[in-house]
């Protein structure tokens, strides 16, 4: 985490207010790189990068081979004509060696230039040095006419602003330091329209005009839940012309959608964070035609009739249904935990979570690649990370090339055979105990911010007996579903029907499937496949039997 003192010994910010300095640093991210490491790509959204400590290359893709265009020094910046022209970058920055640099997105670069107006004109200036031809600029920031107020650290305000975010609602928020007696929080407030206290995530998605009903009784898909397998069904579904229909709890991107950074997707080789690939898809879905309806559940399906049931009472009919619900979050049975989520603990990681760990001592629990990745991003904003790990080592649940930036990094420590035991806070998460389960000795630490990342169970007691399941609750699909009891049509499922005909399983969810954003993605394009031919049936024959 940067300090006034380090932020005075860079030329542009020396003789800026304190008032400036100290919004710097909660919120910029502190990046520290190892040699080669990327901190922005090319065609990557705007924004300004500063070099603290080392020396960084900028980089293009020239004719298949990338090269070395420029370099950057303690001091200098990055960004600063994409900054000026509100254009994606045009090329690439990298550490050359063990390096430190400084982000300021969008919104912290439009608040900084609120407080101290020399820094865009002084990036504007750069800007033209490199650009001669530029004469007008183009940095304004979009207008917006939604704005959330709330006190910094205020669980449900950070809850609406993820929701907004992970939903891309354009917002301003407006962070309280103290709040005000007696007052309710969140405040939702937007043009021309009584302001909102309190707001359910109804309430908020249908005043910033997100879909909540359905438009129509009966779809030819109904998708249920919009992770990576429901939006990429939903994307195929309404590229072919079929009457799509996603009904998701809370927001597009499912758990994928709260990774911080996914490294193993075909097609990003600097890998890419899980709310930009759900923003993605969702853009997508939306433009082929797909209707995607938010915080509605569904309580209820009727495997005969291929229906389902909204909370609130609504009856859905389809000519399929696909169950594409995923896995929610396993938890820890510490109670103490329990009566803390929202206050300093939190299930699962997200780069909306950054604001709670400004200058925080953070600990997340979990050794795979989602704590590792999130471990790295919130090293950015935090005083200090502890990733604390059950087992004796993380070679066997994490990627080598995680493991190699976690021990190049000196804000995260790993800390193995490690377990939470209990939690302590009068409001909000104080402290926390860790055994130790090679000793045996339990001490305590100052813990601000817990993030439990710890495997994910799938959560499926609420589907009918039609609905064969395994042992551990995940849907039985293909030759599964064939052995099972449920299954009547005298021919064979297809490889991703459940044991009900015309209700197919994707995704985590799915007995046997491998628990990857890129599997999942496959099987939502499968499925599509599979219902039409499901759909080209006999209709003469229920089920095709």
């Not at 940067?2 to 400036?20: H, K, N, Q, Y």
């Not at 910046?77 to 970058?89: D, H």
């Not at 001669?132 to 183009?138: G, K, P, R």
């Not at 305000?157 to 975010?165: D, K």
Request: aromatic content about 6%; charged content about 25%.
């Amino acid at each position: 985490m940067i300090t006034v003192d380090e932020l005075r010994g860079i030329r542009i910010f020396a003789a800026l207010p304190l008032e400036a300095l100290e919004y710097l640093t909660r919120a910029v991210e502190d990046i520290r790189l190892i040699a080669g490491e990327y901190f922005a790509h090319e065609c990557d959204e705007r924004a300004l990068f500063v070099v603290v400590e080392g020396r960084a290359e900028i980089t293009k893709i020239v004719n298949g081979e990338e090269r070395v265009i420029g370099t950057r020094l303690p001091g200098r910046f990055f960004g600063e004509v994409p900054m000026t022209l509100s254009t994606p970058f045009p090329a690439s920055g990298r550490a050359a060696g063990p390096s430190r640099v400084l982000k300021l997105d969008i919104t912290a670069f439009y608040t900084l230039a609120a407080l101290a107006p020399s820094v865009p004109t002084r990036v504007a200036g750069l800007a033209r040095r490199y650009l001669d031809s530029l004469q007008v600029l183009a940095a304004e920031r979009p207008d917006t006419d939604i704005r959330l107020i709330g006190p910094r650290g205020d669980p449900r305000t950070h809850e609406v602003a993820a929701f907004l975010a992970r939903n891309q609602v354009a917002f301003d928020r407006v962070t309280l330091d103290v709040a005000a007696a007696s007052a309710r929080y969140p405040v939702l407030e937007r043009e021309g329209a009584e302001a909102l206290l309190e707001p359910t995530m109804r309430d908020v998605a249908e005043a910033t005009g997100l879909a909540v009903r359905p438009e129509h009784a009966r779809y030819d898909v109904v998708i249920v839940g919009g992770g990576p397998a429901g939006m990429t069904a939903a994307v195929n579904g309404a590229a072919e012309g079929v009457r799509t229909l996603v009904i998701e709890s809370l927001a597009p991107g499912g758990q994928a959608g709260t990774s911080t950074r996914i490294e193993n997707y075909t097609g990003f080789p600097f890998g890419i964070s899980g709310d930009d690939l759900a923003s993605r898809a969702l853009k997508q879905a939306k433009r082929l035609g797909a209707e995607i309806v938010v915080t509605r559940t569904v309580e209820a399906v009727d495997a005969e009739r291929l229906e389902v049931r909204l909370d609130g009472g609504d009856v859905l009919g389809a000519a399929a249904l696909l169950l594409a619900t995923g896995v929610a979050w396993r938890k820890l049975p510490v109670p103490s935990l329990e009566r803390r989520i929202g206050n300093g603990v939190h299930y699962g990681a997200a780069r909306s979570d950054a604001a709670l760990t400004h200058g925080a001592e953070v600990c997340i629990v979990g050794a795979g690649n989602s704590a590792g990745q999130a471990a790295l991003f919130f090293a950015r904003h935090a005083r200090s990370v502890t990733l604390l790990v059950r087992a004796a080592s993380i070679e066997a649940s994490m990627s080598q090339y995680l493991i190699d930036q976690l021990a190049a990094n000196g804000g995260i420590r790993v800390e193995t055979r490690s377990a939470v035991v209990d939690a302590h806070g009068a409001e909000r998460l104080e402290t926390i105990e860790v055994l130790d389960r090679a000793s045996g000795i339990v001490s305590a630490r100052t813990c601000d911010v817990l993030f439990v990342m710890i495997g994910a169970d799938a959560m499926t007691d609420w589907l009918p007996d039609a609905i064969a399941r395994d042992a551990r609750g995940y849907v039985v699909a293909g030759s599964e579903a064939a052995a099972s009891q449920h299954w009547r049509p005298k021919r064979r499922p297809y490889d991703l029907e459940t044991s009900a005909p015309g209700v197919f399983a994707i995704g985590d969810v799915r007995s046997g499937s491998v628990k990857r954003v890129a599997a999942g993605v496959g099987e939502g394009g499968m499925a599509i496949a599979f219902v039409h031919q499901y759909l080209a049936l006999s209709p003469a024959s229920p089920g095709g039997s």
